[in-house]
């Protein structure tokens, strides 16, 4: 059997049994208790800023739900600097962006990865309007369809204070979940994520407190924040 090209990032298939698995069975569970008037089906995450776990995050929850027995999709909307296709060592050469561009269709940009129950659509070549494309009605469609064909579809998006891209993504999606990472996200940063995109009408679930150090030894550990101000 041919060596594994899934980043040793997704801790949730290389160490289930570590705290941090258990950490994100514990979001996908608490998200499924938060959802009482409405499933969240499609759910996003964003962050603040930039290099704080956001796509790692958006990876591990996945092949969680995965592991459940749920089909699952990872949208990579994050068309400017893309890293799902590393993570699960797929190609990049068509994704997202060639689809909506009506280059390919929906079906047909879709990956199955190594692990049972998850596929990826993958970002694509770079293109020069993303905010535009993410936009499109071609966008709204891919998301459509795509709730037809799978239990659960989880969306990485780019930074929120940076870039437009989220709020856009935000206002298809079922339930918005942010990702800080403790001790480097200044506070005023993570009130001004949730402003912009409650200006959207987003629902948001919660935050995902990232990097927490615990009894003097730091690894990633994550809590879910259900309802806090």
């Avoid at 797929?90 to 269709?105: E, T, Y």
């Amino acid at each position: 059997m041919p060596p594994s090209t899934i980043n040793r990032s997704i801790i949730a298939l290389n160490n289930p049994k570590s705290p941090a698995s258990e950490a994100y069975r514990g979001l996908r569970t608490n998200i499924l208790f938060s959802a009482v008037d409405q499933a969240f089906q499609v759910i996003m995450l964003t962050s603040a800023g930039s290099a704080e776990g956001k796509s790692t995050t958006t990876a591990n929850l996945a092949v969680t739900y995965a592991q459940a027995g749920q089909k699952v999709l990872i949208l990579d909307c994050d068309l400017r600097k893309p890293v799902m296709h590393r993570i699960f060592g797929l190609s990049n050469r068509f994704g997202m962006s060639n689809a909506l561009a009506g280059q390919v269709p929906f079906r047909e940009v879709i990956r199955d990865t190594e692990i049972p129950n998850l596929s990826v659509i993958t970002a694509g070549p770079t293109p020069p309007n993303p905010s535009e494309m993410l936009m499109s009605n071609r966008m709204k469609e891919l998301v459509e369809e795509m709730r037809s064909e799978f239990d659960i579809m989880i969306v990485d998006t780019p930074p929120a204070l940076a870039l437009t891209d989220a709020q856009i993504v935000a206002t298809l999606c079922d339930g918005v979940l942010l990702v800080l990472e403790s001790g480097r996200v200044k506070r005023e940063a993570a009130i001004k994520v949730r402003q912009a995109l409650e200006h959207v009408n987003a629902k948001i679930i919660g935050a995902v407190l990232n990097n927490v150090s615990k009894k003097a030894n730091s690894y990633y550990q994550y809590y879910y924040a259900y309802g806090e101000e």
